[in-house]
């Protein structure tokens, strides 16, 4: 388990990390990530997974977007453009 801290009042674990995308119409970001729910009981049972979402602005959002800046790979440079 990997955490981070996003906020003064959130830590998550970056492994669990399945989107962050900024906030169109004010500055700010939104993080979804998942959790296993609290009533999954072990290898018997599938593992049920929780969708949370957190909202960070001002400082805590710019913070979190320099984090993800030097720990993300750039998916870009490996895109293959249609008929390339």
Known sequence: ??????SAKHYINAD??????????????TIVMAALQANARGETESALLTIYTIDVHGEEAEHF???L???AE????????PGG
């Open 1 to 6: 388990m990997r955490l981070v801290k996003v």
């Open 16 to 29: 669990l990390l399945l989107e962050v995308y900024p906030h169109l119409v004010d500055p700010g970001l």
């Open 65 to 67: 977007t320099r984090w």
């Open 69 to 71: 800046d030097a720990v």
């Open 74 to 81: 750039d998916g870009a440079q490996h895109a293959v453009l």
